[in-house]
């Protein structure tokens, strides 16, 4: 069973569209609304076969998650009591990996947060941004210890996190990096096993596994 709701995707698959092909419209815009994400995972973008660990690149084509995920991007057992705490470690991560600033990283995402959850349901959750001082797009998944409120719409909270940060000037490969993050976690069964990882590079077998048996 897919864990997104296909009623009433038209409106925010034409606002994803328009926010990408529109150098005025970034994804931190009120038109991304709380489901924007997941009618992402509508579109399809053909089929990636280089290796990027760690980034997704600007070739038009659709890759899945594990192509630019490594272990150090992958955090679990993440314990927070709150989306707020959940993000703040989400982007002390980010600035380890991109020398940027935490503070910045965190202020972005929650200035996204305001304008709706990126809560997509199913206890998922991709929270997003575009940082001008990045080059390319990143992610970084985290597994959290319990579940915590995102303001879902369908009210379940969340335990899956996905963090993306895009360069500013590159909205369309940061439209298909939320994409392919939620296409790869589509299936409930992949959900379950990457809940039940120990490590980071379990967690990153599981994402394997799946994406051979996709292939």
Not at 124 to 142: N, Y
């Amino acid at each position: 069973m897919r864990w997104f709701n296909i009623a009433g995707f038209g409106k925010s698959t034409l606002a994803s569209v328009l926010a990408s092909r529109s150098r005025d419209s970034r994804l931190d815009s009120p038109s991304c609304t709380s489901y924007t994400c997941a009618a992402l995972a509508l579109h399809s973008f053909g089929s990636g076969t280089g290796r990027c660990t760690g980034f997704i690149h600007s070739t038009g084509l659709f890759m899945s998650i594990i192509d630019y995920l490594a272990a150090d991007q992958i955090m679990v057992g993440v314990a927070g009591s709150s989306k707020k705490q959940v993000i703040e470690q989400l982007a002390e991560r980010a600035a380890e990996l991109t020398g940027l600033c935490q503070r910045s990283l965190f202020e972005i995402v929650m200035r996204r947060e305001r304008l709706g959850s990126t809560a997509i349901g199913s206890g998922i959750a991709i929270p997003h941004a575009v940082h001008h001082d990045l080059t390319r797009t990143m992610g970084i998944i985290a597994v959290l210890t319990k579940p915590v409120d995102f303001d879902a719409q369908d009210r379940k909270p969340v335990d899956i996190v996905c963090l993306v940060i895009g360069p500013q000037n590159a909205d369309s490969d940061h439209l298909k990096c939320v994409s392919s993050v939620a296409r790869s976690l589509r299936e409930v069964a992949i959900c379950n096993r990457l809940r039940t990882a120990k490590t980071p590079h379990e967690l990153l077998g599981c994402l394997k596994n799946a994406s051979d048996v996709a292939a």
